[in-house]
């Protein structure tokens, strides 16, 4: 009987740590190594969540009705389990029944489960990813910006003042001045910014073109529920709108080497003003060396 006791006492600690409770899953802070100052509290749950678009609290509500029926299926069938240990246990004057059980309810119970995920995945899973991917707000005057990844680092391309992206070419490749191979030569190439820090202005779609030089990444914002492989020779895009200000985190969720962990970069939501003040900023040509300087 105390074997039993233990064995319900670690049931209930897994199916607290399974709905979060505070008293059993303790809180974690915001992680902040490599210098990274990440705005917004990590509780027990998940990351805030700072989308101005459905789609990101979409995935929320999946991702709650699915814990929430874990947890009802496991205690569920745990309950079962406890009373079939109890009820079936080898005792004098009993005799094991090997035949079959007649009874359907566990066959109507299993035909349920089934078409409550299937309802999860027609209802919210499909249609959500099916945005994410396929309904591009081209028509809000989203923000465009190729993300190119690479071992061990993020690079973001944009277009620049005049819109319009260089071409790029392995030829121009430099990992340290040019790490995205831009033509600078190319008038559209001239402004065009290749950046390690990921700037967008708040209250604005953005649209990523997705990409990788070497291996296949994976383009992580948990604050706006973005996930998305990185893969060589694609381009893959992807929308989202932050609608909070503040400094958050992109990490790679594809492990991708001996230096993945570290595969870290800001995402600096700001303001339109200051979108557009770091836009100019950072498209101006270098200055040119002047004899008088000396
Ligand atoms: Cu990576």
């Not at 819109?163 to 430099?174: A, I, M, N, Q, V």
């Not at 001239?190 to 953005?206: A, L, M, T």
Request: proline share 8%; glycine share 8%; charged share 20%.
């Amino acid at each position: 009987m105390r074997r039993m006791g233990r064995f319900l006492l670690a049931c209930m600690a897994l199916v607290a740590l399974a709905a979060g409770v505070p008293a059993f899953a303790g809180t974690a802070t915001a992680p902040d190594t490599s210098g990274i100052k990440i705005d917004g509290e990590y509780g027990p749950w998940l990351p805030p969540n700072i989308a101005a678009n459905d789609n990101a609290h979409k995935v929320d509500l999946l991702i709650d009705v699915v814990h929430v029926f874990m947890v009802v299926l496991f205690v569920g069938w745990g309950i079962f389990f406890v009373y079939c240990l109890v009820r079936f246990r080898a005792r004098p004057g009993h005799k094991a029944n090997p035949k079959p059980v007649k009874g359907k309810v566990s066959k109507y119970a299993e035909i349920g489960v089934a078409l409550f995920e299937a309802g999860l995945l027609i209802g919210i899973s499909v249609p959500v990813w099916a945005s994410v991917k396929n309904d591009l707000p081209l028509d809000k005057n989203p923000v465009h910006v190729r993300v190119v990844a690479e071992q061990f680092q993020w690079n973001f391309h944009y277009p620049g003042p005049d819109g319009k992206f260089g071409p790029t070419s392995p030829e121009f490749l430099d990992t340290a001045t040019n790490p995205v191979g831009v033509d600078r030569s190319d008038p559209d190439g001239k402004d065009d910014i290749v950046i390690s820090e990921f700037h967008i202005p708040v209250n604005r779609p953005v649209i990523v073109q997705i990409s990788s030089k070497d291996v296949i990444h994976s383009f992580f914002v948990p604050v706006l529920r973005i996930k998305q492989d990185a893969i060589p020779g694609m381009s893959i895009p992807v929308w989202f709108e932050a609608g909070k200000t503040g400094n958050y985190e992109v990490a790679c969720a594809q492990l991708c080497g001996s230096n993945h962990y570290s595969m870290r970069a800001v995402m600096v939501v700001e303001s339109a003003e200051a979108f557009e003040a770091w836009v100019a900023e950072k498209s101006k040509p270098p200055e040119e060396f002047d004899d008088d300087d000396l």
